[in-house]
């Protein structure tokens, strides 16, 4: 069935090196692609999106990249700090109004 | 700008009593979006409503739950006769009216959610 899913669940970094967080989709239909970041106890947040016309996009301090060929999207977060810690998700949206597809999530573990 | 507003933020209930969880909008948002979080899990979609009308219900359980976004007022879901399995964060999002191209234009924005916890 349709999915968004996640390669790895937790990702342990050190403060200062960067992040590579990983998400594989199955629907090739998908067309607008987001990152959201979750702390404890709090609602999701935008971090970046990215169009399916697109193969990469860039924010501060994060990029986003989109493989269409494999259907694999990364975020990748330069220079983690401490605040970085949280759980990242990717979704996907099929032009159905603005409903998302979630993955299941990656917790990131920022060690000073 | 207040964000998306979730109340109340931690429910609890006995098993077979009713819930009610409120969400309202960011200003000038019209869709309202249910989805419900397990603990260690990502989010799953519930619900997409406009003002009075129902777009996408495709998430909800065919039983106990419904939810409504009136003319006036705040988006709200309902859990009757809630069961133990109904313990979840439940998260409200909205958008601006259109979906466009632009990046960006497609972006939820979540409220904070509601903690239910059935005992």
């Known amino acids: 069935g349709e999915s968004v899913g996640l390669h790895l669940p937790t990702l342990s970094v050190q403060e200062g090196d960067n992040s590579i967080i990983n998400c594989a989709y199955s629907?090739?239909?998908?067309?607008?692609f987001i990152w959201y970041k979750q702390e404890s106890g709090k609602g999701p947040q935008f971090i970046i999106d990215i169009r399916s016309n697109m193969d990469k996009r860039q924010g501060q301090r994060v990029t986003v990249l989109l493989n269409k060929t494999v259907k694999h999207l990364s975020l990748q977060i330069a220079a983690t700090q401490p605040g970085d810690s949280a759980v990242y998700f990717c979704a996907e949206n099929k032009g159905a109004g603005n409903k998302l597809t979630f993955g299941g999530g990656t917790r990131v573990l920022v060690k000073p | 700008n207040a964000g998306v507003m979730q109340n109340p933020r931690h429910l609890v209930r006995r098993r077979g009593q009713e819930a009610r969880l409120r969400c309202s909008p960011m200003k000038g948002h019209s869709h309202v979006y249910w989805y419900r979080q397990l603990p260690e899990e990502g989010l799953k979609f519930m619900v997409y409503l406009q003002k009075e009308n129902i777009i996408d219900e495709s998430g909800m359980p065919k039983e106990r739950f419904s939810a409504e976004f009136p003319k006036e007022g705040p988006s709200i879901l309902r859990i009757q006769q809630v069961v133990r399995g109904d313990s979840a964060a439940y998260f409200c999002?909205?958008?601006?009216?259109?979906?466009?191209?632009?990046?960006?234009?497609?972006?939820?924005?979540f409220g904070a959610g509601s903690r239910l916890t059935v005992l």
């Open positions: 629907n090739s239909a998908s067309d607008y």
């Open positions: 999002a909205s958008s601006p009216p259109a979906a466009g191209t632009r990046p960006g234009a497609n972006v939820l924005t």
